[in-house]
């Protein structure tokens, strides 16, 4: 059974898009049966592996939300044998409207990736810039959130309104949703602001924080436009790396949804250290 995280923030421009595509690129790398579903209108993420909307055009998320098709009809290969993508397109934009009188709309979601769940080890989904009815059917649906964060004075804004937004879908409708954890994004090791939004971050969430940072990088701004993972566009970059990182530093976090032995002491060991990982990793 997938273990299904939603990649969520409602600021644009944080790196959302680009975290989904490339963790769910490095999992499928590690062997990891992933599945990115594209929440977004927008449709950046499906663009970002290499699809065309017009292949897409019939079945998509759009469709499977609303009940037209199932979920497993709207499913693409991608470059990597191990990751799947279920797109979108601007058609997205009218669900929140044609499920406002459905019954049990924040479900639908939910509902949908019900059918296709054992298929995968991870289900990853891009949500898009809001706190709409989308973002509370992808918070329904997941075992956990991810919350890319940059690495800017304004870092914090909203996030606020994020977390009472969990609240509310905990207490009503699913409790056990839990934070994967906060990703620090567009880091530049140069600028003492950075530095400093990123250490006062890690100072409110402690090991919350990903000790992974994703550096500001040239190569993972090109690579959308070539419709590639950075991991096939370049796998030498230090976005590549960061990245592999990152879905090694998940993969341990998640030993038990992995069903291996021996987690209890390495999370002993990885608390311990876990503040001076992150310090290195900004002065790096």
Not at 106 to 112: F, G, I, R, T, Y
Not at 212 to 221: D, G
Request: proline share 4%; charged share 20%; glycine share 6%.
């Amino acid at each position: 059974m997938a273990k299904v995280i939603a990649v969520v923030n409602q600021k644009g421009g944080v790196g959302k898009t680009t975290s989904t595509i490339n963790l769910g690129a490095c999992l499928a790398v590690a062997e990891k049966r992933t599945l990115i579903i594209d929440l977004d209108p927008q449709g950046n993420g499906s663009a970002g592996l290499g699809l065309s909307p017009e292949i897409f055009s019939g079945a998509n998320i759009y469709h499977a939300v609303i009940g037209a098709t199932p979920l497993s009809n709207a499913i693409y290969d991608t470059e990597l044998s191990n990751l799947k993508i279920c797109p979108s397109d601007n058609n997205l934009i009218g669900a929140e409207i044609e499920l406002v009188s459905e019954f049990a709309r924040e479900s639908k979601l939910k509902s949908a990736i019900s059918e296709v769940a054992d298929r995968f080890d991870y289900i990853l989904i891009d949500c898009p810039p809001s706190l709409g009815l989308l973002t509370v059917n992808a918070l329904n649906a997941s075992d956990s959130f991810l919350v890319p964060l940059q690495t800017e004075y304004f870092a914090m804004e909203g996030l606020a309104q994020l977390v009472n937004t969990v609240k509310l879908v905990r207490s009503s409708l699913n409790t056990s949703l839990q934070m994967e954890g906060i990703l620090l994004t567009m880091f530049d090791k140069r600028a003492n602001l950075h530095k400093q939004v990123a250490l006062e971050i890690q100072k409110h969430f402690g090991e919350k924080v990903f000790k992974t940072v994703i550096p500001r990088n040239v190569k993972l701004s090109e690579c959308p436009s070539f419709g590639k993972p950075i991991v096939l566009y370049d796998i030498e970059s230090k976005g590549s790396e960061a990245y592999l990182q990152l879905a090694k530093e998940l993969l341990l976090r998640n030993r038990s949804h992995q069903n291996d032995s021996g987690v209890a002491s390495r999370n002993t060991y990885q608390q311990s250290t876990h503040h001076e990982a992150v310090e290195n990793n900004l002065h790096a």
